[in-house]
């Protein structure tokens, strides 16, 4: 339950092939149906199931969806190695920093495990603004924070771009949610 005093505007993540936008108030937080887009190959999409019995044969282990904002429905938008691309919206109007996370598929190596390194670009509206690296010994914390100043979305379309390195072969990388928020969360969230 997110306390009373955090004042949010959330929009949850529209692909491209997706038709509309979903906005929310405080009180109902819409979630994105990826099994619902249209044109999507299978392997486009995942279940936490499916991923965590891939993550096995690999000697890995998976992190859950997590459960942001209560968008934990445990579906993920696969990231292709020619990287994905997808839209946010978000009224202009806002006049301070706003805070865009991703919640990113996360695995850790179990003892045994060949993993080698890998990383993946984040860009917002054509600029670079994070890039996220695993490897052995070192991950990263999800959600994602990219914060983004109002010049950065001037109309109010916010477009991500994930784009995976070069020795990413397959769909390793994935992403269950993506949100935009007024105010950052809290560690407790």
Do not use: H
């Not at 696969?78 to 006049?95: A, H, I, N, Q």
Request: proline share 8%; hydrophobic share 35%; aromatic share 12%.
């Amino acid at each position: 339950m997110l306390p009373l005093k955090l004042r949010i505007l959330l929009f949850t993540a529209i692909f491209l092939s997706t038709s509309g936008a979903l906005f929310a108030d405080d009180s109902k937080i819409p979630k994105q149906e990826f099994g619902l887009e249209e044109g999507l190959l299978p392997e486009d999409i995942s279940t936490f199931p499916e991923l965590k019995t891939w993550a096995i044969y690999q000697s890995y282990e998976l992190e859950p969806d997590g459960p942001y904002l209560g968008l934990q429905d445990s579906i993920c938008r696969m990231v292709p190695e020619s990287g994905l691309r997808f839209l946010l919206e978000k009224p202009s109007d806002t006049k301070s920093t706003v805070y865009l996370y991703l919640d990113l598929t996360m695995y850790k190596p179990l003892r045994g495990s060949k993993f080698k390194p890998r990383k993946l670009q984040i860009f917002v509206n054509g600029k670079p603004k994070r890039a996220i690296l695993t490897e052995r010994t070192k991950g990263f914390q999800n959600p994602v924070e990219i914060p983004l100043e109002p010049s950065e979305y001037p109309d109010g379309k916010i477009y991500v771009d994930l784009v995976p390195s070069q020795n990413s072969v397959g769909r390793f990388w994935g992403i269950w949610d993506a949100f935009v928020v007024e105010n950052r969360l809290d560690e407790k969230d």
